[in-house]
């Protein structure tokens, strides 16, 4: 499948079409792993997710392709799945070359902050690197990387219901003003009048801006 470097335009008239389906939750995320057991034992037995299904075949059921395979799922509480792709190479996916590595995660909710620390000491006694606990300000979180070299985010919300609903009145505007001003970036890149990246209009961490941290 090829990405494009911009997103297509315009878009169709939505108003015409069948309603969106309700989506009720996530069902599985997939990985290629390295290797099933190696990864099985990070999962269930250090960060406590039950292997749950399996499924193994010859050929790939969505394109038809002869890639024998056997795929695992890891259950969380609410019911949905964190699952792989064993293929018999021994090898992890590779990362995207033009990706920094902090930018693909997938982010799994705790309760509290005390379970973030307990699953850093596990994780740390296993020879784990983890980063943080990282303040959020509406969440905290941890991050590792597993087996396969897939980062992961634990997260503790911090944030009531009712502040992530006022959080949810400024998002559409906040998208329009980014959006807007990268129309404009992309303008003077083609025009050649800057080769700036280009910056939000707000910085929500300015704590994290050079000679701020104490």
């Known amino acids: 499948m090829t990405v494009s470097s911009a997103p297509a335009a315009p878009y169709p008239d939505l108003s015409q079409l069948p309603a969106p389906a309700a989506?009720?939750?996530?069902?599985?995320?997939?990985?290629?792993?390295?290797?099933?057991e190696e990864t099985r034992h990070f999962y269930e037995?250090?960060?406590?997710?039950?292997?749950?299904?399996i499924?193994?075949?010859?050929?790939?059921p969505s394109t038809g392709?002869?890639?024998?395979?056997?795929?695992f799922f890891f259950r969380l509480?609410?019911?949905?799945?964190?699952?792989?792709?064993?293929?018999?190479?021994?090898?992890?996916?590779?990362p995207s070359p033009n990706t920094p590595l902090w930018i693909n995660?997938?982010?799994?909710?705790?309760?509290?902050?005390?379970?973030?620390?307990?699953?850093?000491?596990?994780?740390?006694?296993?020879?784990?690197?983890?980063?943080?606990?990282?303040?959020?300000?509406?969440?905290?979180?941890?991050?590792?990387?597993?087996?396969?070299?897939?980062?992961?985010?634990l997260t503790a919300q911090l944030a009531d219901e009712m502040q992530m609903l006022q959080e949810s009145k400024t998002?559409?505007?906040?998208?329009?003003?980014?959006t807007q001003r990268k129309q404009q970036w992309r303008k003077d890149r083609a025009e050649g009048k800057s080769s700036a990246p280009l910056k939000p209009q707000t910085n929500d961490r300015p704590e994290f801006a050079p000679g701020t941290r104490a």
């Open 23 to 36: 989506w009720r939750q996530l069902h599985h995320y997939a990985y290629k792993a390295r290797d099933a």
């Open 45 to 53: 037995d250090i960060l406590g997710l039950p292997l749950f299904h």
């Open 55 to 60: 499924i193994q075949s010859d050929y790939v």
């Open 65 to 71: 392709e002869y890639c024998p395979y056997t795929h």
């Open 77 to 94: 509480k609410d019911g949905s799945f964190i699952a792989f792709f064993d293929i018999g190479d021994d090898e992890a996916a590779q």
């Open 105 to 153: 995660h997938i982010s799994f909710r705790v309760d509290t902050v005390q379970e973030l620390e307990n699953t850093k000491a596990r994780l740390q006694a296993c020879g784990v690197e983890v980063l943080g606990v990282t303040d959020h300000h509406i969440f905290k979180s941890i991050y590792f990387f597993d087996p396969n070299g897939i980062r992961l985010e």
């Open 171 to 178: 998002a559409h505007a906040r998208l329009n003003e980014w």
